[in-house]
């Protein structure tokens, strides 16, 4: 069966009154894309920002006419846009697995020495695959709850995990969104990890990946200030990848939650804020040169012994 795509540019525009008028009208789908060149980088976890210009597209089972259409989406936004339709644009489109179509620019991502990441369940090419001495695979689809290895913040962590001795350790990784770094952490052999966010949806996401990639027996999702979340032993890796600001805040908090001589890793730090977040980790932590990647860093350290109370006099 053909489908016809309807191709709409709303700019700044809310999108919320055109996909409400765009189902009314019998769209099976509907998709928000970047007009411009303006790609979103790491948000917070938990929100869901749209670029500065959307473009939005839809898609109507058959041949519907198209004059048709237009009134009754013009029906539909009457009152509540001033020029709702200006720049609209059809094409019909032959049928295809459209619930894999958006997958097909995505290609297994390799990180470090060993680790893969493989959407859609794509493997390496077997050539690939037989220069690693014991590959590493992580089956994870892109998603709403970010983190799938191609953000350069994403990426550091997933190599510094790949060249670190993960084995037996005690992880946390704060910040969890689709579950990539919990995941790769016991898949590289940690003994467990607790994965944190604020989202219940990126809990819910990392569950779904972790049981997908058999490993949802090592790993234990809880919301950020939960009581749950609050107690344990201490780490022996934790992983954040978030935003500056939050890891400034959270500094004294991640200092109680690593052993002593335990490893700190932060990402999702823009080059020009390393050494403020550097600095504000300075009193706990040893920290190494930071790495850059595309103007954003990584920051790691070593958890230093908290030295004793003074003796009384």
């Not at 009457?78 to 995505?106: I, N, Q």
């Not at 290609?107 to 390496?124: K, N, S, V």
């Not at 689809?141 to 350069?152: E, I, N, R, S, V």
Request: glycine residues 8%; charged residues 20%; aromatic residues 6%.
């Amino acid at each position: 069966m053909p489908f016809l795509q309807l191709i709409l540019p709303i700019g700044a525009a809310d999108p919320a009154p055109y996909e409400d008028a765009l189902l009314a009208a019998g769209a099976s789908s509907i998709t928000l894309e970047d007009e411009g060149d303006d790609p979103v980088l790491e948000p917070l976890p938990g929100t869901t920002p749209l670029w500065p210009r959307v473009r939005l597209k839809a898609l109507f089972e058959g041949e519907p006419d198209t004059q048709e259409l237009l009134q009754l989406l013009r029906a539909e936004l009457s009152g509540k846009l001033a020029e709702p339709l200006a720049r609209v644009a059809f094409e019909t489109l032959e049928d295809r697995a459209w619930e894999r179509e958006w997958l097909k620019d995505f290609r297994p991502m390799r990180f470090g020495e060993r680790l893969w990441i493989c959407p859609g369940g794509q493997q390496p090419d077997a050539e690939q695959l037989r220069a690693i001495p014991a590959p590493v695979l992580i089956e994870l689809d892109p998603g709403l709850a970010f983190g799938t290895g191609t953000h350069p913040t994403t990426a550091l962590c997933l190599e510094w995990l790949d060249a670190a001795n993960v084995a037996g350790a005690r992880v946390i990784d704060y910040g969890c969104g689709s579950g990539i770094l919990a995941i790769a952490a016991a898949k590289l052999g940690a003994a467990e990890v607790l994965a944190i966010d604020i989202d219940p949806q990126a809990l819910l996401a990392t569950h779904d990946n972790a049981e997908r990639n058999g490993v949802a027996q090592l790993i234990v999702a809880r919301l950020a200030d939960s009581e749950a979340e609050s107690h344990g032993a201490p780490a022996d890796i934790l992983l954040a990848n978030i935003l500056a600001g939050p890891l400034e805040s959270l500094a004294p908090a991640f200092a109680s939650r690593v052993r002593a001589g335990g490893r700190l890793v932060l990402s999702g730090i823009l080059r020009n804020q390393a050494e403020a977040v550097a600095t504000t980790y300075a009193p706990w932590f040893d920290i190494a040169p930071v790495v850059v990647r595309d103007d954003w860093a990584r920051l790691d350290g070593v958890r230093r012994p908290t030295p004793p109370p003074p003796r009384p006099t």
